[in-house]
């Protein structure tokens, strides 16, 4: 039977869609300015990792935000009780709160009626019946303590994110940073990605500054301003402290404009402002009422100057000075332009890559890919002939139209996503094998063309929707707990898997179908052109039984041993830290290039704890890594430019290609959402199976899961893999894999048991293992032949990924054959077992023979 017009006018639709889509990534972006605009021309966007930049992620520091509010609040309290009348002991801050100590107990009801209006004042927007701000308690002796509510402080970091949202973006257009991306993460985190800066140190001063301004008078200290809780104290960058009143006489509120220039009588690089109306008579009184004394400029709790005023300033404009670098007064006149931040930020994650290194990743990515796809569809013309070209047709349509999605999604193309394609292109043609395979026996059956071709793609289709659901399961939850590029290789290789459901069934069915109906096809052949392996196998593999499983747990309890030592070589995304790939420079005045020794005995004097060099294999490039430093995230980040400093005091022309900087709150996240995606997978794919089958094949593919991730892991101990993200995404696709392969293997014993309900199940097992080996090992090779290439000559970005995925999918062969299927006929033979006791002492009690169990049917 022929396919329906609708159905192939729909299936065109859907192709001519995706090319179209597709197309625009073909041309370049002066070509596409001629482009007609009825057509698409979006292109996939490149990741960072792709086109070189830097990648921040910014956090509200949140104790400092409470900190500032609760300074405000003292402020408030002492100025409502002075009004009052009503003496205090002392206020102060202490644990989060404002503590007001009586020094008479009568005066208690009073105060608290004082602080009716602050503690009454709600949370803004209302939330939950108008939450009030501030939470009020009353120990018993004479005090009163003043604390943010929980809602409170949830309002006012939301409010903070957001605020802060728009001012970043405001300072990034300051300084003309082309198609950048800023968006908010989270409750309290910002993400700023910047194409093109290579140095993130002005971008990170830039960024985390809150950039508040004031203008302090400096204060005597005498007896009185001793005791003065008002006097704050300030250092410049060089550490000269000055005393100054807490409350500014002028805030940089004020200000109107900010701009960079040079002092026309020293020369000096400066920073020109100018007040609004208010703010510029304001300023006159100030440096009318104090000629001849000094004020400081305060920048962020740092004195920027502290001039002397020498006569009155009435034309509202003045100048900041302090030995300033021309970059700096650039970057300071950005930020008073854009604003202040509502809260202090901190950096909690950088990396940066060069663009060399990016252009060396499209090009890795382009020949590796080209290099896979060429094996992968060599390989399905070698076993298929001609119907393999179908499949190799199908698998193009898959890789158009998963870069027409990718365009329409508006997503960012990564080098993870780059892997995440290529491995797409062997897990593709799994169902074009298991199609062909199956439509092979259908034909040696005796089954006619038409007949052949219609029961081997229903025969298939269960098979192929239970595992690429578990395969996606793997997927959907790499894209929940992993970030930035890792979230990039899962939406790829979801989006290939989905779309192969399309072009591997639905379109290659309505090829095929159109080519027997046109040639009159009697009998369907699929013959490859060379045969290596019987049609039909009779291996009893269960005679191996129990040598299999020994090996299999022999070498997970080594692996398990490995795993404590010498342990996973965890990357920054675990431990977190540095990670600097060094380029060494060119040197043309003689000197030595960049030297491992050298520039180790250079690190070693920086005070930075375990730095560890490591060569990459490419051509002057070393790897240098620093474990965490302590103090924070500021520490992680203030260490970088150590590192830097002391690398080109050894090579002045090196270059630093790719850095990463992972302070320890995020690296603990990611530990955590890492393992968590590994567990909630098995614990998802087991459930799933438990569904589709039956409690023993779940339990045989959790168990033996197990034994495929422990080896894994010891595959990472023994070769010293980088054991970050990327690692991980590793470890969850190859739980996808593994499950993907011993569904097909379960599949093919559920359909037997139901045919063969009287004959043994371990001769069951044999013969399934047997009808479905040609399958396995055939998708075995066409995902080796995909992901090999990347191994070899992926680099360092991708050998995390792709060297354990090269020995995953060795182990999840075997363990399908040898593990699984051996697990599942022990629980079988328990189960019958516990049957035959359960009849006996049934027949014991009605006085009846006991009548053996049959085999169980599923």
């Not at 440096?287 to 004195?303: Q, S």
């Not at 045969?531 to 299999?552: H, Q």
């Not at 699984?820 to 009605?846: C, M």
Request: glycine content about 8%.
């Amino acid at each position: 039977m022929r396919t329906s017009r609708w159905r192939v006018v729909v299936y065109a639709l859907v192709l001519l869609t995706g090319f179209l889509t597709a197309l625009p990534n073909l041309f370049n972006p002066v070509q596409l300015a001629n482009w007609p605009a009825f057509l698409p021309s979006r292109q996939v966007a490149l990741g960072l990792d792709l086109k070189g930049g830097s990648h921040l992620v910014l956090e509200i520091d949140t104790a400092a935000m409470i900190a500032e509010r609760l300074e405000i609040a003292r402020d408030d309290v002492t100025t409502a009780l002075r009004k009052a009348h009503i003496a205090t002991d002392n206020i102060q801050i202490s644990k989060d709160q404002v503590i007001v100590t009586l020094p008479d107990a009568k005066d208690h009801d009073a105060a608290l009626d004082a602080l009716k209006d602050l503690t009454n004042a709600q949370v803004d927007p209302p939330r939950h019946g108008s939450t009030a701000e501030f939470v009020i308690t009353t120990p018993r002796d004479n005090s009163i303590h003043i604390a943010l509510s929980e809602q409170g402080i949830r309002n006012r970091v939301d409010a903070s994110a957001q605020q802060s949202l728009e001012i970043i973006r405001s300072r990034i257009d300051q300084i003309g940073v082309s198609e950048p991306t800023i968006q908010r993460i989270g409750s309290d985190r910002v993400l700023v990605q910047l194409p093109g800066i290579q140095d993130p140190s002005q971008i990170r001063k830039l960024l985390g500054s809150t950039a508040k301004l004031g203008f302090y008078m400096l204060a005597e200290r005498n007896g009185t301003d001793r005791r003065d809780s008002s006097i704050l104290t300030v250092k410049n960058k060089d550490g000269q402290s000055y005393h100054l009143h807490r409350t500014p006489a002028l805030s940089g509120d004020h200000l109107t404009d900010a701009h960079a220039g040079f002092d026309p009588q020293s020369h000096q690089p400066v920073v020109n402002f100018r007040f609004d109306t208010a703010g510029a008579a304001k300023f006159a009184d100030i440096t009318r009422a104090n000629v001849g004394k000094p004020f400081a400029i305060v920048l962020d709790n740092e004195v920027l100057s502290a001039p002397v005023i020498r006569e009155v300033i009435t034309g509202g404009s003045g100048q900041i000075s302090g030995s300033f670098t021309v970059g700096e007064t650039t970057t300071l006149s950005a930020l008073l332009r854009a604003g202040s931040l509502p809260a202090p930020m901190t950096v909690i994650e950088e990396r940066t890559v060069g663009p060399d290194l990016g252009a060396d990743a499209i090009e890795m990515g382009l020949y590796t890919g080209l290099i896979g796809l060429a094996l992968v569809t060599g390989l399905m013309f070698f076993l298929y002939g001609r119907w393999g070209l179908i499949a190799n047709l199908a698998l193009g349509l898959n890789i158009m139209l998963t870069f027409g999605a990718l365009g329409l999604m508006g997503a960012t193309l990564t080098l993870p996503g780059i892997a995440g394609i290529v491995l797409g292109i062997g897990l593709a043609v799994d169902a074009n094998v298991l199609i062909n395979e199956r439509i092979r026996e259908e034909t040696n059956r005796g089954l006619s063309a038409f007949m052949a071709l219609d029961s081997g793609f229903k025969r298939a289709y269960a098979t192929i929707v239970d595992s690429n659901i578990t395969t996606l399961i793997a997927t959907a939850l790499l894209f929940e707990f992993g970030s930035g590029p890792v979230r990039g290789f899962a939406i790829t290789m979801g989006l290939g898997i989905l779309i192969s459901m399309f072009t591997a069934v639905a379109v290659v069915r309505v090829i095929m179908t159109e080519i027997v109906w046109r040639t009159r096809m009697k009998k369907l052949v699929i013959e490859p052109l060379w045969r290596f392996m019987p049609e039909k196998t009779s291996i009893s593999f269960m005679r191996a039984r129990f040598l299999g499983i020994g090996m299999s747990l022999l070498l997970s309890v080594i692996s398990i041993g490995l795993f404590f030592k010498p342990g996973l070589d965890y990357g920054v995304d675990f431990k977190g830290g540095i990670q600097i790939e060094v380029a060494g420079g060119n040197q043309d005045d003689g000197s030595s290039p960049l030297d491992l020794g050298t520039l180790r005995q250079g690190l070693s004097t920086l005070g930075l704890g375990d730095v560890s060099l490591q060569d990459i294999g490419k051509d002057g490039h070393i790897l240098i890594r620093v474990e965490r430093q302590p103090g924070g995230e500021q520490a992680q980040t203030a260490a970088v430019e150590t590192v830097k400093k002391a690398v080109q005091s050894v090579d002045p022309a090196a270059d630093f290609e790719r850095t990463e900087v992972v302070g320890p709150k995020v690296s603990g996240e990611l530990a955590q959402s890492g393992v968590s995606a590994v567990i909630f997978a098995s614990l998802a794919m087991l459930g799933y199976i438990w569904w589709r089958f039956e409690w023993p094949f779940a339990v045989g593919a959790i168990v033996t899961l197990v034994l495929d991730v422990t080896k894994t892991i010891g595959f990472f101990a023994i070769m010293g893999l980088d054991f970050n993200l990327t690692a991980i995404a590793a470890l969850l696709t190859l739980i996808g894999y593994s499950v993907n392969d011993k569904v097909v293997v379960y599949d093919r014993m559920r359909e037997n048991l139901r045919l063969y309900r009287k004959m043994p199940m371990r001769e069951i097992i044999d013969m399934s293992i047997n009808q479905s080996l040609a399958r396995c090992l055939f998708t075995s090779l066409t995902t080796l032949f995909a992901m090999v290439p990347m191994a070899f000559w992926g680099g360092s970005a991708v050998e995390s990924f792709a060297v354990p995925m090269v020995f995953g999918v060795v182990i999840a062969t075997t363990s399908s054959i040898y593990i699984a299927a051996p697990i599942l006929l022990f629980l079988d033979t328990w189960r019958q077992k516990q049957r035959q006791k359960h009849v006996g002492l049934a027949s014991e009690t009605n006085n009846e023979p006991m009548v053996e169990a049959s085999t169980s049917q599923q």
